[in-house]
C-alpha cells in the first residue's frame, strides 16, 4: 500500500518539478498584484509583480517518503535583469490533518507516536499522506479509518475546512489541508499501518486534549479553531 502511494506521489512530483517551462503560476502572478498597504521599510531590487521561474531542477536525494530538489530559480529585477538563484526544496506529497470531534460523548482523538524530525514520542491528532486521486475530505476519512480504526460516512458529520497551509514555505512544498470533522455516528474498525508504523489513539475530554503537549503547528492549527468554535457555541 505504502509502496504504490509513494511511487504515485513521485511521479505527480517529478512531471510537477521537471516542467520548467510551466513553472510560472497563476498564484505566484496573483501574488504580485497584492502590495503592502504602506510603503516598505527595506525595499529590495526583485520586482515581485513578476513570477520567478524554475531553470534547471536537479534531484539529488530520493526517499521512501520525500524527494530533494537542487534549484536554479531565474527572478527579475526592477530594472529587467534576470537574477539566478539557488535553493534545495524537499518534495512531499500533499497531507491531511484532522481534529476529530464525537458530537456525542464530546470528546477528541489524540495520537502518539513516533516523529523522526523532533526524534521523540510526540502527541498530536490524526494525519496522512494524500493519494494521488484523492481529495482532501476523502483522504481524512481514509487516514482517520487506518489510522485509527474510526469509520463514519459521509452523512454522519460535518467537516470545517480550517484552511490550507505550507509546512514551512521556505524549503518544502508539502500543502496541508487542515479540518475539523465533527462526527455525529461512527462505527469501530480495524486499522491499517504501514510496516514500521506504530500509532497509539485515544478518545480525549477537550480539557485533557488542551493541555497535551502537542507542538505539531498544523495539529495546534486545528486546536485553535475549535477554540474558537467553542468560545463562540458558549456565548450565542
Not at 511511487?7 to 501574488?31: L, P, V
Request: glycine share 6%; charged share 30%; proline share 3%.
Amino acid at each position: 500500500m505504502q509502496d504504490n502511494r509513494i511511487a504515485k506521489q513521485q511521479h505527480t512530483m517529478a512531471e510537477r518539478t521537471h516542467d520548467a517551462d510551466a513553472e510560472t503560476s497563476d498564484g505566484q502572478a496573483g501574488n504580485g498584484a497584492a502590495e503592502f498597504a504602506g510603503q516598505p521599510m527595506q525595499g529590495t531590487r526583485i520586482d515581485m509583480g513578476r513570477p520567478a521561474r524554475i531553470t534547471r531542477s536537479d534531484t539529488v536525494y530520493q526517499g521512501a517518503i520525500f524527494s530533494v530538489e537542487d534549484r536554479t530559480v531565474s527572478v527579475s529585477s526592477r530594472g529587467g535583469e534576470r537574477l539566478d538563484i539557488r535553493r534545495q526544496v524537499v518534495l512531499h506529497a500533499p497531507s491531511v490533518v484532522m481534529l476529530v470531534h464525537d458530537l456525542q460523548r464530546d470528546l477528541y482523538l489524540a495520537e502518539r507516536e513516533y516523529r523522526a524530525g523532533s526524534n521523540i514520542f510526540a502527541y498530536g491528532i490524526p494525519a496522512g499522506l494524500m493519494n494521488e486521486d484523492e481529495d482532501p475530505e476523502r483522504a481524512a476519512l481514509r487516514e482517520l479509518r487506518e489510522e485509527t480504526g474510526v469509520e463514519a460516512d459521509a452523512a454522519d458529520l460535518q467537516i470545517d475546512r480550517v484552511g490550507d497551509f505550507y509546512s514551512s514555505e521556505g524549503m518544502t512544498d508539502e500543502l496541508v489541508h487542515v479540518m475539523v470533522l465533527h462526527l455525529k455516528a461512527w462505527r469501530a474498525t480495524s486499522r491499517h499501518f504501514d510496516e514500521d508504523e506504530y500509532v497509539e489513539s485515544a478518545w480525549v475530554s477537550w480539557s485533557e486534549l488542551t493541555i497535551l503537549p502537542i507542538a505539531s503547528s498544523n495539529s495546534v492549527i486545528a486546536i485553535q479553531h475549535e477554540t474558537l468554535r467553542r468560545v463562540r457555541a458558549r456565548t450565542c
